[in-house]
């Protein structure tokens, strides 16, 4: 086991012989948005994401499933799996069985399996002072999904949203390595700042983070503004106090942006300053419009993360 669980990193990696490593990976939750084949989807492109993060190609995947067998049509279910299968397949992985439990509350997701070579893992551990943070995808998923749930999302952001969060994270993560690439990882439920949070402290840096610099979905603005928010980004900002700051002069919408738990997020990859443009035109090159510089590594000061 040359990756395991000490620093929180996205996957676990073993070496089976010099040259070559398995990664593997679980996730699952409950549907965030109402038609079953997105949902399956999303929840499949978010449990290979952690394998792209660690620089690693995902070959298999095992479904992991809880459905209410009595309460719900069964075409329910085999649109949530059609979902999955086909992101699979996009990604080119082969998904080989699954397990499926009786449970009043849906969940879906996958066990991923992918491999690497151990000499080139990247983790969530490793950035430098002077390195510049980039980020791949917009933010702003939870706050998004939670307008749905209610209602109160239109079409354009809804879109949006789908579409990102429904984005496999392969291209990115081919365009990071051809990079030098000092540490990575998926931003997901801990939100920016809880994944930088996981990063700075592994590295013994702070994260200088530019608040203003952060790609936001569609909406976000009004949606803070009336209140969507998630009792993630609450856990989130309850775990963090005293770990991170945040400046006064941050607008709420950013504030809540950097806190809001994030499905199938993007890649947060500190890397040399010099590598920086290169990256970024390789990133837009390949479809990440959004992809922004959004901050520095600097020595570890008072804070772990610096929202400014």
Not at 124 to 138: E, F, Q, T
Request: a negative charge.
């Amino acid at each position: 086991m040359i990756v395991g669980v000490s620093t929180s990193d996205d996957a676990g990696v073993f070496r089976l012989r010099d040259d070559l490593a398995i990664v593997n990976t679980v996730d699952f939750f409950t549907p965030i948005v109402d038609d079953p084949y997105t949902f399956g989807a999303i929840s499949a492109a978010n449990s290979l994401s952690d394998v792209y993060a660690m620089g690693g190609e995902p070959k298999t995947a095992l479904n992991v499933v809880c459905f209410p067998q009595k309460d719900l049509d069964k075409e329910i279910l085999v649109e949530i799996l059609r979902g999955g299968v086909e992101k699979a397949e996009e990604a080119g992985v082969v998904v080989v069985g699954g397990h499926t439990v009786d449970d009043p509350e849906i969940k879906y997701g996958m066990a991923v399996t992918g491999v690497i070579d151990p000499r080139r893992v990247v983790r969530n551990v490793g950035a430098k002072p002077g390195d510049v943070i980039v980020l791949s995808k917009p933010l702003g998923t939870g706050i998004l999904a939670t307008a749905l749930k209610r209602e109160k999302l239109g079409a354009e952001a809804s879109e949006a949203a789908v579409r990102s969060m429904a984005a496999l994270n392969k291209s990115a993560a081919e365009a990071m390595l051809r990079h030098e690439v000092h540490a990575a990882t998926d931003v997901t439920g801990f939100g920016l700042l809880g994944h930088g949070h996981e990063m700075a402290f592994g590295s013994g840096v702070t994260l200088e983070i530019e608040a203003a610099a952060l790609p936001l979905l569609p909406d976000l603005d009004r949606l803070v503004a009336d209140g969507h928010l998630t009792g993630g980004s609450k856990r989130n900002r309850a775990y963090l106090e005293g770990k991170v700051s945040v400046s006064a002069a941050v607008t709420p919408a950013l504030r809540e942006a950097a806190y809001d738990p994030q499905t199938s997020g993007g890649l947060m990859i500190s890397l040399p300053a010099r590598q920086v443009e290169s990256l970024l035109d390789d990133l837009r090159r390949s479809g990440w419009a959004s992809a922004r510089k959004i901050g520095r590594v600097v020595s570890h000061g008072r804070y772990w993360v610096e929202l400014g």
